[in-house]
């Protein structure tokens, strides 16, 4: 099955304590293909200007992300620039220059309306809602958000909760919205508002994911390296639709398989700058790399007398 994500398609600059990266591509779109292509076709929807290297795409394009709905546009491309320092869990964003993006507004093409899995990604809530009335009865809609949104448009991402299948975030974003402190206590008031899933991200601490009636939670992977945490998020959110859309199935169990797939996918993203890492990689890392979660995680129990 496919995956259609709805998202930016920038050029990023990010400086590191381990190193810097000036103009590579990046974008929450671009991250979320180049995990998710691993594991399922993908239909990318986003907006670049002429200025934007289109044939450091077509690695993406080879793989089977189908770009129809890449519209190029006349300007510039969305460019970010951002630094980390040693707590590699918040970037300082340094410029931000939106550029043609800033007229973004998506066009789902005729092919890509009946996607069954449907990725919004960290865009303007009024256009996810949009992407929404677009595509027609989607097996499993996503979203993620970001506290710009949660601040500026908090009335229209309420509106988009109460229309998703499961909304992503990272753990202060989910205090934010939610005024509360306690993250159980936070997905169960996002879960009452619409979404019968909930994934909050804890960075280096791992991600758990919450349903009415189960919690479960996969750890970081230990990485001797980490060089550039842009674009983890989007890559997890990659692995863990791409595992959805290629199994085909929203059990329980699939789902926990489902994170571990996006929690690995998420650990090669952030070896390298930009999405070189996930071009790099094969399904037999990938493999090696979940059932190294297994090895992680994995014990005995011991029935105490």
């Not at 975030?169 to 009452?192: S, Y």
Request: net charge negative; proline share 5%.
């Amino acid at each position: 099955m496919t995956v259609l994500v709805v998202g930016s398609v920038a050029l990023d600059s990010v400086e590191t304590p381990f190193g810097k990266a000036d103009l590579v591509i990046g974008g929450s779109g671009t991250f979320f293909s180049a995990s998710a292509s691993h594991l399922s076709p993908v239909q990318l929807v986003g907006v670049v200007g002429d200025d934007y290297p289109m044939e450091q795409l077509e690695p993406l394009r080879a793989r089977g992300v189908d770009m129809a709905g890449l519209e190029q546009m006349s300007g510039n491309s969305f460019r970010w620039r951002g630094r980390y320092r040693h707590d590699l869990n918040s970037a300082e964003t340094l410029e931000t220059h939106l550029g043609v993006f800033s007229h973004f507004s998506p066009k789902i093409p005729e092919q890509f309306r009946r996607a069954p899995f449907v990725f919004l990604a960290n865009i303007d809530p009024r256009l996810q809602l949009d992407v929404l009335r677009q595509v027609e009865r989607p097996k499993l809609v996503a979203c993620d958000t970001m506290n710009f949104w949660i601040e500026s448009r908090r009335p229209e991402l309420l509106a988009l909760i109460e229309q998703v299948d499961l909304i992503t975030l990272n753990d202060g974003e989910a205090r934010q919205l939610t005024d509360c402190f306690n993250l159980v206590k936070a997905a169960r008031w996002i879960m009452e508002r619409g979404p019968s899933m909930v994934i909050i991200k804890k960075g280096e601490h791992g991600a758990f994911l919450f349903k009415e009636r189960s919690i479960f939670f996969a750890p970081a992977y230990p990485l001797e390296n980490v060089f550039d945490p842009t674009g983890a998020g989007d890559s997890f959110a990659g692995g863990f639709m791409g595992y959805l859309a290629r199994t085909g199935d929203l059990s329980d169990d699939n789902l926990r398989r489902a994170v571990i797939y996006g929690s690995a996918m998420g650990s090669f993203a952030v070896e390298k700058f930009s999405v070189q890492r996930l071009l790099e990689i094969d399904r037999s890392n990938i493999a090696a790399r979940v059932a190294d979660f297994r090895r992680l995680v994995a014990f005995e129990e011991e029935v105490l007398a």
